[in-house]
């Protein structure tokens, strides 16, 4: 939060300003859909980056059929509601599922268990018996016309590994509030203050950059790094078939371990998101405001925006494929920070023809995405997308810097040879020099210079895989293997890796590009990691990695070898895989 309410007199009736315009909004957005919002259940959305997205992908295709009526595994803004209803009618019957899968199914009942019929969620012996009723919650209520659930947040974790001379070690204490007012309002938001020592290549690489993955404003210490997180939302119901969220949060859209469409490698932004289920389509509206990393001081930072729709159509009980269009805009041209532009509020229109209406020179971006399960143990999928392309130079394959596309494919095979609960994951990105380059660098596909896309922004290929285990009910292993080769940009060169950068400043001139073009680097990563959950969302990690990187210039040499060891209380675990 950016307090402003200091200084001098003028500094005070500034401050009183900025908070009568924030109070104005908040009003706005409360008077708008108080009565829009009929009785069509309010909820609220599982946090991206933890189980329950392998879970229900598990459910999915063990059950043979794409799960249509509740969610697209797609959008990863999971309802807890749908959650909730897809485990409650799982044909269990009909299908042979592990221990361990009932144990997850029991889980996700747990989490959600506001929205399940299912009475096993109870505690059987309450804390001062107001505490933990519930297994999921500390705190909960749960009134006619009125949910709530209240939470403490906790990460402390602790690794080998050193930047500065100092271990890596990760602080974080909060609280988690969720829950509904009657059928109108929904609300979540979690807030925690955080203190980070990083670890050796997120040191390095923001020493370079200026940039600190997944936080926005931070205050530098001695040693160690201090800064709030913070993810807060209002929901109402349109009707039968659609929902409306604002407020400050992440999304993430891709069915792989990695996106080119929209990922949540950075910083909670300021959005809107439509959301419509009908039928067997699922179509996403997202109006976004986001952040560069440029100011000081207490002035406010400057500002771009995105918008984005995405169809997912489900074709069939096994077949998704999905479109989608990203326009990237700023509107700072002999102004200063004049707002969002009212012509990308359409939320059906193909945004390229009102990008060509303006004359203007916003960013478009678009791609198709596909996922196909099969046999009930497979699922195939990826993406497709397009930054700009021109057809006769693809063709001719003449190395031409503007053909900018990124690729993706890639596979999971659960119960592998029939062992329960193992599943792997093989996948393979690709993206060419300058992909989401723009002509302005002040409408980039960053939000506080990070990557809404993949981490490793454009001008590279890449292979992962993925290996999980569980063996037990509450034990969870996973290990994980990335191997990429990227060309990198130093002294102020352009070759097509950083994104943020505009493509005029193009060294490495209009033909001949290609992948690994600039000071040519290979990255190798890996990690075996063990989670044990003794109690409901309490987690015990132990992690042992390694990361090397060999470039044609030694100043991006670096190897490192470490263990970590951490401890999370309703919080997901953070990867740093780049």
């Avoid at 997308?385 to 659960?414: C, D, H, M, P």
């Avoid at 690709?430 to 960053?446: H, I, V």
């Avoid at 400043?505 to 003794?534: C, R, W």
Wanted: proline letters at 3%.
């Amino acid at each position: 939060m950016h307090f402003c309410c200091m200084g001098n007199w003028l500094s005070l009736q500034k401050c009183t300003k900025e908070f009568q315009l924030i109070l104005f909004r908040v009003k706005f957005i409360l008077v708008f859909l108080a009565p829009i919002s009929m009785a069509f259940g309010q909820h609220t959305y599982i946090p991206y980056g933890g189980n329950t997205s392998h879970i229900l992908d598990r459910l999915e295709i063990k059950s043979g059929e794409l799960a249509t009526d509740y969610f697209h595994t797609i959008n990863k803004s999971y309802r807890r509601m749908a959650i909730a209803n897809y485990v409650d009618s799982f044909p269990v019957n009909k299908l042979g599922l592990s221990s361990q899968d009932y144990f997850n199914m029991s889980y996700l009942i747990n989490d959600n268990f506001e929205w399940s019929n299912n009475e096993g969620s109870k505690s059987k012996k309450p804390f001062l018996k107001q505490f933990y009723t519930r297994k999921a919650a500390m705190y909960s209520a749960q009134i006619k016309d009125f949910n709530l659930v209240v939470n403490p947040v906790l990460y402390y974790q602790m690794s080998t590994d050193k930047w500065s001379g100092k271990n890596a070690l990760i602080n974080n204490r909060g609280i988690e509030i969720r829950g509904n007012v009657g059928d109108r309002i929904g609300f979540y938001t979690q807030v925690s203050d955080e203190i980070i020592q990083v670890n050796s290549w997120v040191g390095d690489y923001r020493q370079r950059t200026g940039v600190l993955p997944y936080a926005n404003f931070v205050k530098n210490y001695p040693g160690y790094s201090s800064y709030f997180l913070s993810s807060a939302y209002v929901t109402a119901s349109l009707n039968k078939y659609m929902d409306l969220q604002f407020g400050h949060t992440r999304n993430f859209i891709g069915d792989g371990f990695r996106t080119f469409i929209l990922g949540d490698m950075n910083p909670e932004y300021l959005t809107m998101r439509l959301n419509t289920r009908i039928w067997k389509m699922n179509y996403t509206n997202i109006w976004s405001e986001l952040r560069d990393p440029m100011g000081g001081g207490y002035t406010i930072q400057p500002r771009h925006y995105m918008a984005t729709h995405h169809l997912s159509l489900n074709l069939g009980k096994k077949f998704n494929l999905g479109l989608f269009e990203t326009i990237l805009f700023n509107r700072d041209s002999g102004y200063v920070n004049t707002g969002f532009d009212l012509n990308y509020l359409n939320p059906i229109i193909f945004f390229k023809s009102i990008e060509n209406g303006l004359n203007s020179t916003d960013k478009a971006i678009i791609g198709i995405n596909y996922k196909y399960n099969f046999a009930k143990h497979f699922s195939w999928y990826g993406q497709i997308v397009f930054s700009e392309f021109v057809l006769k130079e693809l063709v001719n394959r003449t190395g031409w810097w503007g053909n900018k596309y990124a690729v993706q494919t890639g596979i999971k095979y659960i119960d592998v040879a029939g062992i329960n609960n193992l599943d792997i994951q093989g996948e393979f990105n690709l993206a060419r020099p300058f992909m989401y380059t723009s002509y302005s660098d002040k409408q980039t596909f960053s939000n506080f210079g990070q990557f809404l896309g993949h981490p490793l922004g454009a001008n590279f290929y890449e292979m992962v895989g993925l290996i999980r285990y569980q063996p037990l009910n509450r034990l969870n292993i996973t290990a994980k293997i990335i191997y990429s080769l990227y060309g990198n940009d130093t002294n102020g060169s352009n070759f097509g890796k950083d994104i943020t950068m505009s493509y005029r400043s193009n060294s490495a001139g209009n033909y001949n590009n290609f992948i690994g073009q600039g000071v040519e680097t290979k990255l190798l990563m890996g990690d075996l990691m063990a989670t044990y959950m003794p109690k409901h969302n309490l987690f015990v990690d132990f992690k042992i990695g390694y990361r090397r990187t060999v470039a044609a210039l030694s100043l991006f040499n670096q190897e490192t070898f470490y263990l970590s060891l951490g401890l999370r209380l309703n919080i997901n675990y953070r990867n740093y895989d780049f």
